[in-house]
């Protein structure tokens, strides 16, 4: 990946949203800046936290990544991010993107490494086209509860639905103008595809595991192999093939596919998540402690 070595040009036609105080890290085509923490945005504080989300950092990542890029990357992203323990509400926390062909990302707070993980970007695969029309009953959103959101226009999931040793949920694309819209409007941005995994790895043991509402689901990484420029018209559908979910901790191996289950799978998305009761989680907060 071509990258800049510094930021003088980076945002000439548009500003980063979720960055501050971009600058030239030490390394060639390095760059740092600052994650803006907005609690009023209705997204990312779709509902009360006392703590950054997962998605923010993820998104806020992937906003640096395309600061560096030269050109926007029209293939594929492949990458990983393991969040090492919870980043509070302040001091801002600084995300370092060092440079390099296979990029890197850490993001550290009061010096201490909150998350990290890496990122590389591929040709993009030839798409088939497809003409097929969508069950409206697949459209419907899944519980808002069980996909831990508050607004309706911030759920990317339909309600879930079982067969052939599978489930799967359509991905809802969100409004335009919404946080994780993206930028090109006749593609699937990557973050909503990523948002849409994390809903519905949320879903599952929820639904199938019977893991309590009240509990609070801290997040340890995610890998995605996705397309970057999929355009928006074609339908497309989470699926994971039913196994055992264990009582407190939880791994999904998600396959994005053609919404209508055909052809083979045209991206991945693996979630690993722990569970804390509201006790157990109080506890952790009150000593600092990192129960992964």
């Given at each position: 990946m071509r990258?800049?070595?510094?930021?003088?040009?980076l945002w000439e036609h548009e500003p980063p949203d979720l960055l501050e105080g971009v600058h030239g890290s030490a390394g060639p085509g390095g760059l740092t800046a600052r994650l803006r923490v907005d609690q009023g945005n209705p997204f990312y504080f779709d509902h009360p936290l006392d703590h950054v989300p997962g998605m923010l950092i993820l998104c806020g990542a992937a906003d640096l990544v395309r600061a560096a890029a030269d050109d926007a990357p029209e293939?594929?992203?492949?990458?990983?991010?393991?969040f090492r323990s919870i980043c509070e509400l302040e001091p801002a926390p600084t995300l370092l993107l060092p440079g390099?062909?296979?990029?890197?990302?850490?993001v550290t707070q009061d010096s201490e490494t909150v998350a990290d993980g890496w990122f590389e970007f591929s040709a993009a695969d030839d798409v088939p086209a497809r003409d097929y029309r969508i069950d409206p009953g697949r459209q419907v959103p899944a519980d808002a509860a069980l996909v831990h959101r508050a607004r309706d226009e911030n759920i990317m999931i339909g309600a879930p639905w079982q067969g052939d040793g599978h489930v799967t949920a359509l991905v809802l694309a969100p409004p335009d103008g919404h946080t994780l819209a993206g930028r090109r409007p006749g593609a699937h941005a990557v973050d909503y595809l990523v948002e849409a995994g994390r809903q519905f790895s949320t879903w599952l043991p929820h639904r199938l595991a019977r893991w309590p509402l009240d509990a609070h689901m801290l997040w340890i990484g995610v890998t995605v192999d996705l397309p970057v420029s999929l355009p928006r018209t074609l339908a497309v559908a989470l699926r994971w093939r039913a196994a055992p979910i264990s009582a407190d901790k939880a791994k999904f191996h998600l396959d994005l596919i053609h919404a209508d289950g055909r052809g083979p799978a045209l991206g991945s998305l693996h979630f690993a998540s722990k569970m804390l009761t509201p006790a157990e989680y109080a506890r952790f907060r009150g000593n600092g402690r990192n129960p992964r």
């Open positions: 990258q800049h070595s510094t930021a003088t040009a293939g594929r992203v492949r990458g990983a991010m393991t390099g062909e296979r990029g890197r990302i850490e």
